[in-house]
């Protein structure tokens, strides 16, 4: 019986050799696989973002337009010096006239019956005139002869140059009446184009009403209102270039204003434009475009990669390695400086060659952990600009 009771433990001990170690592999394979599970299923769980790197410059450059309109060389309001009816108009808008081309008449009925009087006042005025030549002669004759005293011979020397005195006077009037009667007519001053017409026959004017807007034909130029700082990097016969739509039209700088207009605190630079360029009609829009490098160090970013930030500044996100290894998202500030197409030039704490997230930012929290994916550019952008 002793035996039997040996046997049975025995037989205990090996079925515990045996199981225990056999349960407790079990129990270490089946935690392993959870951890694996978890680890996956926390891996599966991170959101993808696409990333590139940025590149550090030192500047960018910055393309301003600006838009002018062209001008006649010279334009102007042309009227009568003096008021009066205007009987003839003998242009139209559009015409082209030529330099002292007659263009329009006053009334000159008043001004002849004028002349007409000062004509007959003329002719008796140089009658007496002549009247007291012949008498002074003849009382010179009579003096020299002492049958005349000398007062009289005064007296007739300053008859004769007071009716020689008259004689002018009348003459004088004569040709201000005649000049008057010039002023009656509208002339051309240069040859033009009648640009407008302001009134119609039958109407009366004031002196120095507008009746005509003349303009000159053939040479044009363009005037472009530029910011101070813009119209200074201009110079006087410097050749550029202009945009009319998709035509390129040459000028020269023919000058820089020196003055800053009030209201809108711009300074003129006008452009002479070439003669050959066909198509242009004054009262047309031109641009201008001018480069310009603005020496601040930034970097070039996709604008998907921005968000609204706090104080009128911008973020966006950079992927960065945690103390535990894990890629988890840092949030930076960014001041904007230009904006080009769908490409940003941003200042701010940035590393070069930080992996910057491009987009679907707005889904995205500071410190979020993410799986990374690398875009690869394929161009470049012009002056340093980094590009998808």
């Known amino acids: ?3 039997a009771t040996l046997l049975k433990s025995n037989q205990t001990i090996f079925l515990l050799i045996i199981v225990v170690p056999f349960i407790a592999l079990i129990g270490l394979m089946m935690m392993s696989g959870n951890a694996q ?40 309001v042309i009227g009568f010096d003096r008021g009066g009816e205007v009987v003839q108009i003998l ?5 082209s006239v030529v330099a002292g081309q007659l263009l329009a008449v006053q009334d000159q009925q008043r001004i002849i019956a004028s002349i007409d009087e000062i004509n007959a006042t003329l002719t008796r005025v140089q009658a ?28 007739v020397r300053e008859s004769t140059t007071a009716a020689m005195a008259l004689v002018a006077e009348i003459k004088a009037r004569k040709a201000s009446l005649e000049l008057e009667l010039d002023k009656s007519k509208l002339i051309a001053p240069y040859a033009g184009m009648v640009v407008s017409r302001a009134i119609d026959q039958g109407a009366v004017v004031a002196a120095g009403q507008g ?27 410097e050749s550029s270039q202009l945009l009319f739509g998709q035509q390129t039209v040459f000028a020269t700088v023919f000058s820089v204003g020196q003055q800053r207009k009030l209201a809108t605190r711009t300074v003129d630079v006008i452009f002479s434009l070439d003669s050959n360029t066909n198509g242009l009609l004054t009262g047309d829009l031109l641009n201008l475009v001018r480069k310009q490098q603005i020496d601040i160090q930034g970097v070039w970013v996709p604008r998907s990669a921005l968000i609204s930030g706090v104080r009128g ?47 679907g930012i707005h889904k995205l929290v500071p410190g979020q952990l993410v799986q990374a994916k690398l875009l690869v550019n394929k161009t470049s952008h012009k002056s340093n600009e980094s590009v998808l």
Do not use: C
């Open 211 to 237: 009746v005509f807007v003349v303009q000159q034909q053939g040479l044009l130029q363009a005037r472009f209102a530029l910011p101070a700082s813009a119209a200074q990097l201009f110079s006087v016969g």
């Open 128 to 155: 007496d005139s002549r009247l007291a030549s012949l008498s002074e002669k003849r009382v010179t004759e009579l003096v020299n002869k002492n049958l005349e005293s000398s007062q009289r011979l005064d007296e």
């Open 313 to 359: 500044l911008w973020s966006l996100f950079v992927v960065e390695s945690n103390e535990q290894g894990q890629q988890q998202l840092v949030s930076k500030l960014v001041e904007i400086h230009y904006v080009d197409d769908d490409k940003v030039y941003v200042s701010g704490a940035l590393a070069d060659q930080a992996n910057i997230v491009v987009h």
């Open 37 to 76: 599970v978890a680890a996956s299923v926390s891996t599966s769980h991170l959101q993808q973002v696409d990333v590139m790197p940025i590149r550090l410059t030192q500047q960018y450059s910055e393309n301003s337009m600006a838009v002018g309109q062209v001008e006649a060389l010279q334009q102007s």
């Open 1 to 3: 019986m002793k035996t």
């Open 91 to 95: 242009v139209d808008e559009g015409q």
